[in-house]
């Protein structure tokens, strides 16, 4: 993905096929309008609504650190940056991220070793 163009999730519904990211142009190429329907869904998840932008923007940081998606950490790092969000809660936001990563590994290990 290095070297590819870095289009707004609006302009790639309208873009060529080519200028699209791969993980895009995959979808694109088997059909544009499922990809366009799936690019619909991205911009109203990631829009304001009960929260504002800038909190979904944070909490996506959040599911893309569990997630361990290094494509999804940086489309999600990137629009916080898009929506003024400070390097600041960027960290904390994938530091809350540990909550939910790392607790789960730690509660069966806990398992394994008190129930063995």
């Not at 200028?19 to 979808?27: A, C, I, M, Q, V």
């Amino acid at each position: 993905m290095a070297g590819e163009k870095r289009l707004t999730l609006k302009e790639m519904k309208t873009a060529p096929i080519e200028e699209l990211p791969l993980y895009f142009r995959l979808l694109g190429e088997v059909n544009r309008d499922t990809l366009n329907a799936w690019l619909d869904v991205f911009m109203t998840s990631l829009g304001p609504a009960k929260l504002d932008a800038k909190t979904k923007a944070l909490c996506a940081i959040s599911a893309a650190v569990v997630s361990q998606c290094p494509t999804c950490i940086t489309g999600t790092v990137r629009l916080a940056r898009e929506r003024g969000v400070s390097e600041e809660e960027i960290k904390e936001a994938a530091a809350v991220a540990l909550i939910v990563a790392g607790n789960p590994a730690l509660v069966e290990a806990a398992k394994v070793i008190y129930e063995q």
